[in-house]
């Protein structure tokens, strides 16, 4: 193998050799043209920049129409004179051919941006569609990049979309833009009325992407986390679970109970993934004052347990990085 390489290596240099004389031999007749060539691209350089800026800037400011935006900047003028205000510098009659050319690599660039977020969305439509067995590799969601969360959040707060919602949710922590929280606050608290099954793995999801946030940074994550800690935080909840058949309807408090349950027993395990300090010391705190309780019954005895399972949790997960710990995940669908 090294000796092929080696061999294609030779390859090219002699190629690139070859092609260096070849040039040399017409350089004499091209000189002219070259320093022609050399002023034009002078002047026209600035302005191919300019233009460029320009247009992302205008971009990026999600100008409804992008045609009639107008900036005004204050240029040297193409023979270095005084300066004037204008949307383009004063181009000379060499270089107007070259300021064609910036007016096609701008619409250029534009046809590319649009083809990147075409790309985008729908990569992100095909995730969002797509059910699978477990998240995906944390890798995935990095590739995705910040600009997709817009979109995720567009997902969760339409309801026509709560199949949607699971894959939604996950994303969002996985992403860790704090401009994620409020919108996964809000689905929690704001749904109302009897859930689906995906809407409730959805809500269910909730404090897992929320310890995700918290713990890359994300102060008022953690802060709801650990307020909602003790018991009968979620009595003010809207929604109940629509799927448990024959119980939900014969004892709507049964309904109500199994959900406060599976949102604490979330809630206690996505604290001791923060990584926050802070989270390991209300989990401790909130220890000592279950275990001060008596009688011990079965629900005081299955929080103790969600307790010491959190604290291991954050323990056995100290040092090691988000990346390393969701470096493996399940890319089948179901």
């Given amino acids: 193998m090294t000796i092929a390489l080696r061999t294609l290596l030779l390859m090219g240099k002699n190629r690139a050799g070859s092609e260096m004389t070849r040039l040399a031999e017409h350089a004499a007749p091209l000189k002219r043209r070259n320093e022609t ?80 977020a075409d790309t985008l969305a729908s990569r992100v439509e095909e995730y969002l569609n797509t059910r699978y067995r477990a998240p995906l590799p944390w890798a995935f969601y990095q590739s995705l990049g910040n600009d997709a969360v817009p979109l995720f959040i567009a997902a969760i707060q339409d309801r026509n979309r709560s199949r949607q919602w699971e894959n939604a949710v996950l994303a969002l922590g996985y992403l860790g833009q704090k401009q994620g929280t409020r919108p996964l606050i ?29 713990g890359q940074g994300d102060a008022d994550a953690l802060d709801y986390l650990i307020r909602h800690l003790p018991a009968n935080s979620w009595d003010m909840l809207k929604w109940r679970e629509g799927d448990l058949g024959e119980l939900r309807d014969a004892n709507s408090e ?43 019954g079965v629900h005081i005895q299955r929080r103790l347990r969600n307790l010491a399972g959190a604290i291991q949790t954050f323990e056995s997960t100290k040092g090691i990085s988000y990346e390393e710990i969701y470096s493996s995940g399940d890319r089948r669908a179901e």
């Fill in 186 to 214: 809000e689905l929690l608290e704001k749904t109302e009325g009897t859930t689906r099954s995906e809407e409730s793995r959805a809500l269910f999801a909730v404090p897992f992407s929320l310890a995700l946030l918290a």
């Fill in 254 to 296: 049964f309904a109500a109970d199994h959900m406060r349950t599976a949102l604490d027993s979330n809630l206690i395990a996505a604290l001791g993934m923060t990584k926050s300090p802070e989270a390991l010391q209300a989990l401790l705190n909130e220890k000592k004052k279950v275990e001060a309780l008596e009688p011990q």
């Fill in 37 to 116: 060539w050399k002023k034009i691209m002078k002047i026209s350089i600035p302005i191919i920049g300019f233009v460029a800026v320009w247009s992302l800037a205008a971009r990026c400011n999600n100008d409804a129409d992008v045609k009639d935006a107008r900036t005004v900047v204050e240029i040297p003028s193409a023979e270095g004179g005084d300066s004037r205000t204008d949307l383009y510098p004063a181009v000379s009659e060499d270089s107007r051919d070259a300021a064609t050319h910036s007016d096609a690599d701008l619409n250029h660039a534009d046809s590319a941006a649009e083809s990147e």
